[in-house]
């Protein structure tokens, strides 16, 4: 793994990253390949909950809400 390589979840707010992999399978890997999340999208993570889950990103144009357990699964690589 590379030093600039961490998961969704680790993400700061405000701070832009690009899906480098998706390391879930199943229902929960097809939701994201739906939601357009695949290699080279650009992902920012705009709000978190009080709570801290789920947090909304902003992803192709639209805001999603991920849960931890889903965007834990998510690679990215920041700038």
């Known amino acids: 793994m590379n030093n600039n390589q961490i998961s969704l979840n680790q993400l ?12 879930s399978d ?4 097809r ?11 650009e992902i920012e993570p705009l709000y ?3 709570s ?3 947090v909304a990103y902003f992803i192709r144009g639209a805001v999603i809400a991920l849960r931890t357990d889903v965007s834990e699964k998510i690679m990215v690589s920041t700038r």
């Open 12 to 23: 700061p707010i405000g701070k832009k990253a690009n899906v480098v992999t998706l390391t």
């Open 26 to 29: 199943g229902t929960v890997r």
């Open 48 to 50: 978190r909950s009080p």
């Open 31 to 41: 939701r994201m390949l739906d939601l357009g999340i695949i290699d080279g999208t």
């Open 52 to 54: 801290g889950n789920p």
